[in-house]
């Protein structure tokens, strides 16, 4: 099976010449199309601007991000869940861009979860179409077919196989525009994949492993929370002009429902969302422990009369810290919530930003609520999750220091 991430190892000057050589195997494999295959080698040669720009390695992302819509105006709207939300997404994005393809295991029958069923019968299987079982293949070919300004959505199966394919994110995805100077870029891509606890998941099928892509200069890292989000959110980031590696919370794909619009809308990159408002306890989440939080945040009010201001990040790379530092100055406190293990998950960059920017505003020290350091078990899964009741006694501790 060819390879065509040696996209990403060709020098700028001899691009269009490689590409030109590696005709009938594009071809023939219909990766890319003989038209399009030499069109763009064409436009790669006539291209003239060839200035570097070494200090910007992801220029590319949403330089003026859209404002906010106001989804909750938008009419109509559809009462659909979290897999339906995607699979009207994705139909969506494969229908206004005929250049995007779609791939992964098994998704020509719609993928374990069926986030892609009826695609396949829909667009054909040169555009939607099922992959070997081999996470660094998948991401690979995504990375080599983004190079020619197209969109690849990628899907991997559970996020807890995505490490096979890590070399490929981080040497090659994330540094492809800054070693070609600004040159070129594989921005058109974007690998989803479901992660978190579902109740019998065990060791391998239960993993948050956002935290290690957020440490990758030049990755979008992106976690909705629900079917209104995911839809806005994997819009945006099919327009975005860098990778985007896109968490979905599997356990909420059917548990999940919300009113969602049935017209386009583009929730910006790297912009938070205060879910609600509050002055005593700011509380910070993403994906599913968001409805976690909620219940948390309810309990404290209804119990304590404690008013949280929670706040779904949305993005983590880049992460809304205006919108965290502006929220903790007015409360004092903040408590970070999520399901990875404590140690150098998110939640430690979050608290360690805030405590730099925020220092003089802490009444209190800051507070995570996050999994153990430990692999993800199965017959205590719930000892391990950060449930609500764990983040209301931290939501209580933190009062209690301020007084």
């Known amino acids: 099976m060819l390879n065509i991430d040696l996209f990403a190892m060709m020098s700028v000057g001899r691009v269009s010449n490689t590409l030109r050589s590696f005709n009938l195997p594009l071809v023939s494999q219909r990766i890319l199309t003989r038209t399009r295959l030499l069109s763009t080698a064409s436009a790669l040669e006539d291209q003239n601007d060839l200035n570097p720009v070494p200090n910007t390695p992801n220029p590319g992302a949403f330089k003026s991000a859209p404002a906010e819509p106001g989804i909750q105006k938008m009419i109509p709207k559809s009462n659909i869940n979290l897999v339906t939300s995607i699979n009207q997404t994705l139909r969506r994005i494969l229908e206004t861009d ?218 983590l790379s880049p992460w809304d810290a205006d919108t965290v530092e502006a929220s903790v100055k007015k409360t004092g406190k903040l408590l970070i919530s999520h399901e990875a293990p404590i140690t150098c998950g998110f939640g430690a960059e979050v608290s360690a930003s805030i405590q730099e920017r925020c220092f003089f505003s802490l009444e209190a020290p800051i507070q995570r609520v996050c999994g153990y350091d430990m692999p993800f078990p199965l017959r205590t899964e719930k000892e391990y999750l950060p449930d609500e009741w764990k983040n209301l006694e931290a939501i209580k501790d933190i009062m209690e220091w301020s007084k």
């Not at 070997?132 to 899907?155: F, K, Q, R, W």
């Not at 969602?260 to 599913?288: F, L």
Request: hydrophobic content about 35%; proline content about 6%; some cysteine.
């Open 98 to 315: 005929p250049n995007s393809i779609l791939f992964g295991q098994d998704i020509g029958f719609g993928g374990v979860f069926r986030c892609t069923l009826g695609l396949q019968g829909e667009f054909g299987k040169d555009r939607v179409f099922n992959t070997p079982l081999n996470e660094n293949g998948i991401v690979g070919m995504a990375i080599g077919y983004a190079t020619t300004e197209s969109l690849a959505i990628a899907e991997v199966q559970f996020a807890d196989y995505i490490f096979p394919a890590f070399d490929q994110i981080k040497n090659e995805a994330s540094m492809f525009r800054y070693r070609s100077g600004n040159q070129w870029n594989c921005g058109s891509m974007i690998v989803r994949m479901p992660y978190g606890a579902v109740g019998h998941g065990g060791h391998y099928h239960s993993q948050s492993p956002e935290g290690f892509f957020t440490h990758i200069p030049g990755i979008t890292v992106m976690v909705p929370r629900g079917p209104v989000s995911a839809k806005g959110m994997l819009l945006s980031a099919s327009k975005s002009k860098d990778p985007v590696i896109f968490f979905e919370p599997k356990a909420l794909y059917r548990s999940k429902v919300e009113d969602v619009p049935d017209e386009d809308y583009y929730i910006p990159i790297g912009k938070a969302e205060i879910m609600q408002e509050g002055n005593d306890v700011t509380v910070v989440g993403w994906g599913r422990q968001l409805s976690i939080l909620e219940k948390a945040c309810e309990m404290a009010s209804k119990e304590y009369g404690i008013s949280c201001e929670l706040i779904d990040l949305r993005t």
